[in-house]
């Protein structure tokens, strides 16, 4: 029997594009959203998990997170693997791809000025 997890990474992160907007998104203060970088790219898988995404493979993709240190009780893994038909994608590659397209919608809310974390949760809740 082959143990599927042996293919999981030890380790995720993001393009470098996605990187520098997630460092972004973690140190602007004045907003307050995430404490940390780590944070953030939660944030972005549930957005993107929430919307349906389907994203791409991350390209140039940079190490950010040891998976252990991320996902410490594998909550992230155990949604993702309930919610999405991964393929033949680890689930923790896929988080990444989830991940890249969350961090680059936040950015996207933020330059507009309409990065509001309690609306995007409050909008989850009445399921829009």
């Known amino acids: ?6 293919k999981e990474p030890t ?24 404490a940390e970088m780590a944070d953030a790219y939660r944030f972005g898988i549930a957005l993107a998990l929430a919307h349906g995404a389907m994203p791409e ?3 140039g993709q940079r190490t950010i997170f040891n998976v252990g240190t991320l996902d410490p ?20 590659r896929w988080a990444e791809r989830l991940a890249e397209w969350g961090v680059r919608e936040m950015s996207s809310m933020a ?14 809740q009445e399921g829009e």
């Open 57 to 59: 493979e991350v390209s």
């Open 73 to 92: 009780d594998r909550h992230i893994y155990t949604t993702i693997k309930s919610l999405v038909n991964t393929g033949d994608t680890p689930i923790y």
């Open 1 to 6: 029997m082959t143990d599927i997890s042996l």
């Open 11 to 34: 380790t995720i992160g993001l393009s470098e594009q996605a990187h520098a907007m997630l460092k972004r998104l973690a140190e602007d203060k004045q907003n307050g959203n995430f």
């Open 111 to 124: 330059d507009r000025g309409d990065l509001d974390i309690g609306s995007i949760l409050a909008k989850s």
